[in-house]
């Protein structure tokens, strides 16, 4: 069974810098693609950015990019999100995923770590 366990969340003013980490442990995690997700208040799940276990590919959305890196660390089976230049729409619960690339949803889900960012 896979259980990912995510930290880094809190409260955060517009323009700072968060690192989010999700560690992920069991079988053949490794082998799969790992991600950040998030859901705004009222608004469905989103993607944020991907990774495949290669570190070959990644995927960034439109709405992070230039601002938000992902990163992976297969020797950890740990996945970080680099959050920088923080917006208040960035508000939101972040989710860890993880299961096959390209990783349109997820196959196992973290906890969700919660990311408030006052203007």
């Known amino acids: 069974q896979v259980q990912l366990v995510e930290s880094g969340g809190g409260l955060a003013q517009a323009g700072d810098s968060l690192r989010l980490s999700c560690a992920a442990s069991?079988?053949?995690?490794?082998?799969?693609?790992m991600g950040w997700f998030r859901q705004a208040p009222g608004k469905e799940r989103e993607v944020v950015a991907v990774i495949n276990w290669r570190l070959t590919q990644s995927h960034v959305s439109d709405s992070v990019k230039g601002r938000f890196t992902i990163s992976r660390d297969n020797a950890k089976n740990t996945v970080y999100l680099q959050m920088n230049s923080l917006k208040a729409e960035d508000t939101g619960v972040y989710y860890c995923a993880l299961g096959p690339w390209p990783l349109r949803t997820g196959q196992s889900w973290g906890q969700g770590t919660q990311v408030t960012v006052s203007s």
């Open positions: 069991g079988r053949f995690v490794s082998s799969y693609a």
